[in-house]
């Protein structure tokens, strides 16, 4: 015997059943958005793990361009450079390579202009004859000059009187500026200093001569004329009555043609100089280095010296 159901019954029995289904579409729909998501995540890290794959390989690309580039530089440093001026400037690939510069023996490091003794440790040399030519005194000077001159005329060797007087001519005061008396003390001080050289024997008839020791000491001298002495005012107008005769073509004027001359134009002259006679005048005046006087009985004669002529 079969029990019927009623209709409401089943009705009620199909609205029970949906609501499973439809909650079982929901979870299964939930697990499938939960796949999906899950693939996207993993979509997404994959995405971003290229991204970093991609973000570092230029990292990585460019360490190995540069290890290549170093490697391949080290390289080319070991080649000998056969044109250096064909290489470039600078270069990110390749940096120019300048040769190395070698040195054979500290030597080389060694300034050209120190001497050979100087490397060696020699003492240096001596000071030369130029080094001594820059300590002359003043005073000796006129002695170069006197010797200078007589050598360029021949005479190596002259007398030592032909100097005295000679130096007499240039400079009366020459041996009063060198702090001496003589002419003997004068030579002697140039010996010492090595300025010149002395031989010869003495006596009557001697050829006592000197020279100079040093040929390069003249060239270094300056061509100063010798300053004129002033002339004491006693002695003014015989130079100026002796420079009168010389103009007028008298080289020797006789001593008693310049007495005269003196008494007519300057009357009173010797109790000025301290004198009484024409004689002792004259004297004093040969004395001082402005006359020279010479001849004999009425050939006597009297001129000025040196310097004294031409002022």
Known sequence: MKLSIPATLKEEQVELERPEATSAAPETKGVASLSEADTVSTSSDSSQHNEDQVVLDPLESSDTESAQGFETASAKSEDPIEDADQLPASSPAS????????????????????????????????????????????????????????????????????????????????????????FSQYITMAESLGIIRMGGTGGVGGTEWIKLALPEIPSKLPEVPPKLPEIPPEFRPLAQVLREAQDEGMERPLRSYIGEKLAKRFPGLYKTAGVTRFSQYISIAESSGMVEMGGKGGADWIKLRGIWRTS
């Open 95 to 182: 940096p120019a390579i300048l040769p190395k510069p070698s040195f054979s023996t500290n030597e080389d490091f060694l300034p050209n202009f120190i001497p050979t003794d100087a490397k060696k440790g020699a003492p240096m040399a001596p000071p030369t004859s130029s080094d001594k030519a820059e300590k002359i005194p003043p005073a000796l000077e006129p002695l170069i000059r006197v010797l200078r001159e007589l050598r360029d005329e021949g005479m190596e060797r002259p007398l030592r009187s032909y100097i005295g007087l000679k130096l007499m001519e240039k400079d009366p005061q020459v041996y009063k500026k060198a702090g001496v008396t003589r």
